[in-house]
């Protein structure tokens, strides 16, 4: 940068930031020698950005269809006054002082079609033929979904019973019959949901290995056109069921991971994330399709029983599974998403979106201990044979793994 040699910028160690806060910090600008400058301007976005191509062969040209959204939350301004005479060699310091909105918006999300981005911009303008500086700085905007309510504390139970052919959709080899059920339809990253689980396999057929899984599944909206992506968050798995035998667990843990939080309802038009629990049992060859129970849940940035815990000391700076985390909103505190496997790789600069690499921060719950119906499952002594599960996690995390412990 000529004349100027460095644009950094301080956000008071603040990293998450809710509906209604203001945003506080300064811009610092080094300058080496004198430069001229027409503007120097600083901004609050909050956008959700979406773009994804699709190959059409009945294209003359032969493009690529493209499907892009743009939703702007918020978009504030500052400009800040200039010498005519330019920059001196110095220090010069630009604080700003936003605030974000009170209104229904999108968490800060990342994926593989589209993300929700909020940052801090300075612009300095340059007369020609330099180029303008530009210099952004991401925080994390975390929406209230908040879990703490009745609503998201009670039981859910299903129940699905599925007939088999002996080969080919002939004869009666005889039926499985599943139940299952998750303690409650509410969560925050890093506590378990319990789930219980109950398979006879009442058939003359050996089966494959029951599961569960934490599914995220996310809809892009662009150009009138939907993209929907599905990922495997975290994966507990089970042995194989043979013949005239019952698979039964008992409340066994499945953890939330740092994940973005469910969208709110009204929060976005181009964007949703959701998740659900899905519990299958796979079927032999030539039977259709795998017995299949979900459960929708709601991924939150309030915690369970956070009102009780409020006037309690904070939680210490690593959680049992030495994931880092910071304490920035009373009890509540945070640490940063599970990278999804695939990043958005598009930006926009007539829509003022950039390119940028950033990890969204997402309440994270440290010490977790089930306050529910469910209780732990207990660990087994040396005697005793080992839980009929395992756990699998899809992808790994970019902090230290996180499997379950029975």
């Known amino acids: 940068m000529s004349g100027i040699s460095s644009v950094t910028f301080d956000l008071?160690?603040?990293?998450?930031?809710?509906?209604?806060?203001?945003?506080?910090?300064?811009?610092?600008?080094?300058?080496?020698?004198?430069?001229?400058?027409?503007?120097i301007t600083t901004y609050l976005i909050g956008a959700t950005y979406l773009e994804w191509r699709e190959t059409n062969?009945?294209?003359?040209?032969?493009?690529?269809?493209?499907?892009?959204?743009?939703?702007?939350?918020?978009?504030?301004?500052?400009?800040?006054?200039?010498?005519?005479?330019?920059?001196?060699?110095?220090?010069?310091?630009?604080?700003?002082?936003?605030?974000i909105p009170k209104d229904k918006m999108h968490s800060s999300f990342e994926g593989r079609h589209g993300a929700t981005r909020w940052f801090i911009k300075i612009e300095i303008?340059?007369?020609?033929?330099?180029?303008?500086?530009?210099?952004?700085?991401?925080?994390?905007?975390?929406?209230?979904?908040?879990?703490?309510?009745?609503?998201?504390?009670?039981?859910?139970?299903?129940?699905?019973?599925?007939?088999?052919?002996?080969?080919?959709?002939?004869?009666d080899a005889g039926a499985i019959k599943l139940t299952a059920s998750i303690d409650r339809s509410g969560y925050c990253p890093g506590e378990w949901a319990l789930i219980t689980l109950d398979v006879t396999n009442g058939t003359t057929k050996d089966?494959?290995?029951?599961?569960?899984?934490?599914?995220?599944?996310?809809?892009?909206?662009?150009?009138?056109?939907?993209?929907?992506t599905k990922e495997c968050i975290r994966n507990l798995v089970g042995t194989?069921?043979?013949?005239?035998?019952?698979?039964?667990?008992?409340?066994?843990?499945?953890?939330?991971?740092?994940?973005?939080p469910t969208s709110l309802l009204r929060s976005s038009y181009c964007i949703k994330c959701s998740y659900y629990i899905e519990i299958k049992v796979p079927l032999p060859?030539?039977?259709?399709?795998?017995?299949?129970?979900?459960?929708?849940?709601?991924?939150?940035?309030?915690p369970q029983n956070h009102k009780k815990r409020q006037n309690k000391p904070s939680p210490p700076s690593y959680d049992g599974l030495n994931i880092p985390v910071t304490d920035l909103s009373n009890s509540i505190t945070y640490t940063e998403q599970k990278?999804?496997?695939?990043?958005?790789?598009?930006?926009?600069?007539?829509?003022?979106?950039?390119?940028?690499?950033?990890?969204?921060?997402?309440?994270?719950?440290?010490?977790?201990?089930?306050?529910?119906?469910?209780?732990?499952?207990?660990?087994?002594?040396?005697?005793?044979?080992?839980?009929?599960?395992?756990?699998?996690?899809?992808?790994?995390p970019p902090f230290p793994s996180s499997a379950e412990k029975s």
């Open 285 to 302: 060859f030539c039977n259709g399709e795998d017995i299949k129970i979900k459960f929708p849940i709601t991924i939150g940035t309030i």
């Open 57 to 99: 062969l009945s294209r003359k040209d032969f493009e690529d269809d493209e499907f892009k959204t743009h939703e702007l939350y918020t978009r504030q301004v500052t400009s800040h006054p200039v010498n005519g005479d330019g920059l001196a060699p110095g220090k010069y310091k630009y604080p700003i002082n936003y605030q």
């Open 207 to 228: 089966l494959d290995q029951p599961s569960a899984a934490l599914i995220q599944e996310v809809e892009f909206k662009g150009n009138g056109e939907k993209k929907i």
């Open 339 to 396: 990278k999804s496997k695939s990043c958005f790789e598009y930006s926009s600069k007539t829509l003022e979106f950039p390119k940028i690499s950033f990890t969204p921060m997402t309440a994270y719950v440290v010490e977790y201990t089930p306050t529910a119906t469910g209780t732990t499952p207990p660990t087994p002594s040396k005697n005793q044979a080992p839980p009929d599960y395992s756990t699998v996690q899809p992808s790994a």
């Open 12 to 39: 008071k160690g603040k990293e998450v930031f809710l509906a209604g806060e203001k945003v506080q910090g300064t811009w610092f600008v080094n300058v080496n020698s004198t430069v001229k400058v027409n503007f």
């Open 125 to 171: 303008g340059r007369p020609m033929p330099h180029s303008n500086i530009v210099k952004y700085k991401c925080f994390t905007y975390l929406a209230n979904v908040d879990i703490d309510q009745p609503l998201y504390a009670k039981s859910i139970s299903k129940s699905q019973e599925r007939k088999i052919s002996r080969a080919f959709g002939i004869g």
């Open 240 to 260: 194989k069921l043979s013949k005239g035998n019952q698979l039964k667990w008992n409340n066994q843990k499945l953890t939330i991971d740092p994940v973005p």
